[in-house]
């Protein structure tokens, strides 16, 4: 064995449970061939080689903690307490604490592999952050779960949007449908006659021929027309007509059949072809109005005031 401090060659006493280096003088204790060194209080001459460890000598003044204690021991150990040389107290010598005598010393863990960077690709798809790397890939789960309620959100206001303005269009188509159909109803219905055979006053703009059937009685104030190739009054099936400061240019002025009975009181008639024509048992009377233009009759059709 050699000296743990100086590499030096040992000698032994007290029957080899002690040892001395001969280079440094370095003494020891010899357990089982582990070396502890013997240490002495500060101040202190070493016991001579071969003695046992210092000890406490009668009426000498108290040693203080950690006085004599072994080398490298605790403050406080008992005197001569083995402690392996230069290691943490009641660690074996060349070896951590806790560790059994002659087991190798724990090593730290070896790294796996080498520390590689980081390289990848980091985007953005919807405004999602997206990243693919070497050590894997990365995904913002709780953006997509934001942008899938979004997408939802507007998709069902877009439905809802889109429902309110089709049934507004179909609401409009039916509407004005509606009222067509109810326009040409009216146009298309004949005028009834007033009740107990009471005249209606009816508007007419001279724009177009007014016509007068299904036994109606009807007055008419104050309009003017002007149909130069068109007949302006057609009165038939029992019409009962008043004309009253009528003005009438037209191809024909009035053309009355079917016992239908006109009367007109002032105004004007001027006929570039015929100003009246009764037929088919009607009868036009003139009562203070200007004529111009022929009068003609036949089947029982007849004329008064005309002169």
């Not at 013997?38 to 016991?47: F, W």
């Not at 240019?249 to 009181?265: F, L, P, R, Y």
């Amino acid at each position: 064995m050699q000296c743990p401090s100086c590499g030096g060659g040992l000698e032994y006493g007290a029957g080899g449970t002690q040892a001395r280096c001969t280079q440094c003088q370095a003494q020891f204790m010899n357990q089982g061939g582990m070396l502890t060194p013997i240490g002495a209080p500060q101040g202190a001459t070493p016991p001579a080689f071969g003695s046992p460890p210092f000890e406490q000598a009668p009426g000498a003044p108290p040693i203080a903690a950690g006085a004599g204690a072994p080398y490298g021991a605790a403050p406080g150990a008992a005197p001569g307490a083995p402690t392996p040389y230069g290691q943490p107290p009641g660690a074996p010598y060349g070896q951590p604490a806790g560790a059994p005598y002659g087991q190798p010393a724990a090593q730290p863990p070896e790294a796996s592999g080498p520390n590689l960077p980081n390289i990848g690709v980091k985007m953005k798809i919807e405004g999602v952050p997206i990243t693919f790397g070497t050590q894997g890939a990365s995904i913002d789960a709780a953006k997509i779960g934001q942008k899938i309620g979004n997408k939802v959100s507007s998709m069902i206001w877009g439905w809802v949007i889109g429902g309110v303005i089709l049934l507004l269009i179909v609401f409009g188509f039916v509407a004005v449908g509606g009222y067509v159909y109810y326009q040409y109803r009216s146009s298309a219905s004949p005028a009834s006659p007033s009740p107990g055979g009471a005249a209606r006053s009816v508007k007419w703009d001279g724009k177009s021929p007014y016509e007068c059937a299904a036994v109606d009685n009807v007055v008419i104030d104050g309009a003017t027309a002007n149909l130069p190739t068109a007949t302006a009054i057609k009165a038939s099936a029992g019409c009962n007509l008043t004309l009253n400061n009528v003005k009438i240019t037209a191809a024909t002025g009035i053309d009355a059949s079917g016992n239908a009975k006109v009367t007109v009181k002032g105004g004007s008639i001027n006929g570039s072809a015929n100003s009246i024509v009764v037929s088919a048992n009607a009868q036009v009377t003139v009562d203070g109005t200007a004529v111009t233009g022929k009068t003609k009759t036949s089947a029982n059709g007849k004329v008064t005031g005309v002169k």
